[in-house]
């Protein structure tokens, strides 16, 4: 599997990874979104601050809810993911993606739902490490 798309049930959004590059020690990937607004991507890596896959283990083993934010960025901060759950099973993940300008953002917010979390987790965790 060189990519992987998670599709929001609510609007249809897709947030997906692709890999582009995988080392020993590193995975370069690219983060996009598709929303029916809005469409924009951005290079990420887990060299130094890891793969995103540990928020989204983080977000399964917490699925009836967790008050503080679960947060992802890249080193160059390109790629910022942030996920919130109500109480009713919605999980919202905030998406933000930096532009090669460093000046440009594209910031959208993807709903899922609490049920989908344990196989976002592993599928990220088998993409990304």
């Not at 890249?74 to 930096?98: A, Q």
Request: proline share 4%; hydrophobic share 40%; with cysteine.
């Amino acid at each position: 599997m060189t990519a992987l798309e998670l599709k929001s049930p609510r609007d249809g959004s897709i947030l997906t990874f692709r890999v582009v590059t995988q080392y020993a020690q590193e995975v370069e990937f690219e983060v996009s979104v598709r929303t029916p607004w809005f469409t924009g991507r951005a290079p990420a890596s887990t060299f130094m601050n890891g793969s995103p896959s540990t928020m989204f283990k983080a977000m399964a083993q917490e699925w009836q809810g967790w008050k503080e934010p679960k947060s992802w960025q890249d080193l160059e901060r390109r790629v910022s993911l942030s996920s919130l759950t109500d109480s009713t099973g919605h999980v919202s993940i905030t998406v933000e993606l930096i532009g090669q300008d460093y000046e440009s953002r594209l910031c959208v917010v993807l709903e899922y739902e609490a049920g989908q979390l344990e196989e976002m987790a592993l599928a990220t965790a088998e993409l990304l490490g």
